[in-house]
């Protein structure tokens, strides 16, 4: 106890201590989320080093994995931490197969007794029950993410107690899971933007030499070279032609 402080004053400091610690991590960790992602902009490591954060950054969490629904409606693991990823990348679930979540909730929810799941497909279930040790897992915390029309799902796992995940650590997975969308949001349309600036640029250098082609043809006259250097031009506007 600090001189001249109230009795219970320095456990009640600690109490608050105690609840602004994670914070702010959490604080630390969305702050610095963007920043790790702009260095390494949009690449297969996306959702790794998305996960590694959200891990490190929420409480209770000692384990986690991001699944991504893809075209097929399929979900698929793009991500995990404590977990064997190459194996369980070699499975993909079924939306009924992915445990017993509602996949049609926004909210963060809770899954305990793993044991009580069994998948319809056997060698789903053996992959899980050992690359994903879902055996082990005692509380699961499933958070939704979305961006633009893709789903994806934030699961983060603890294997020592079926309190985990109190209503702090939810709000502050939430909070990760919106971050995250906004993130990806960005980028998809930074990624996008780039691709339209580069079609751009090619047709930019295709007008320049088709109206190149066109002047020295109207100086010249048409000679037997003129229909192999229009084509040319076309070719090079053209995805996937080589000839």
Known sequence: RREGEAPGAGDARASRDVVRGPRRQMRLALGHLPVSVEEHGFDE???????????????????????????????????????????????????????????????????????????????????LETAGRCNDIKTTLCVPVLHNQQRALLFLDNFDTTDAFNDSAQHMANAFAQQIASLLNRLSLEHDLNLRQKALEKWNLFHKGLSYLISETLHQGLDKGFYQRLLHQIASVIPNVDA
Do not use: C
Request: aromatic fraction near 12%; hydrophobic fraction near 35%; proline fraction near 6%.
């Open 45 to 127: 490591q996306l959702y790794q080093r998305l996960l590694e954060h959200a891990v490190q950054a929420v409480p209770d969490a000692q384990a986690g994995s991001i699944m991504v629904q893809g075209d097929d409606q399929y979900y698929h693991f793009v991500a995990a931490v404590g977990f064997d990823l190459n194996t369980l990348q070699k499975i993909s679930l079924t939306p009924p197969e992915v445990f017993k979540f509602d996949l049609y909730s926004n909210q963060p929810q809770i899954l305990q007794h793993y044991q009580d799941y069994t998948s319809s497909n056997p060698s789903n279930q053996k992959v």
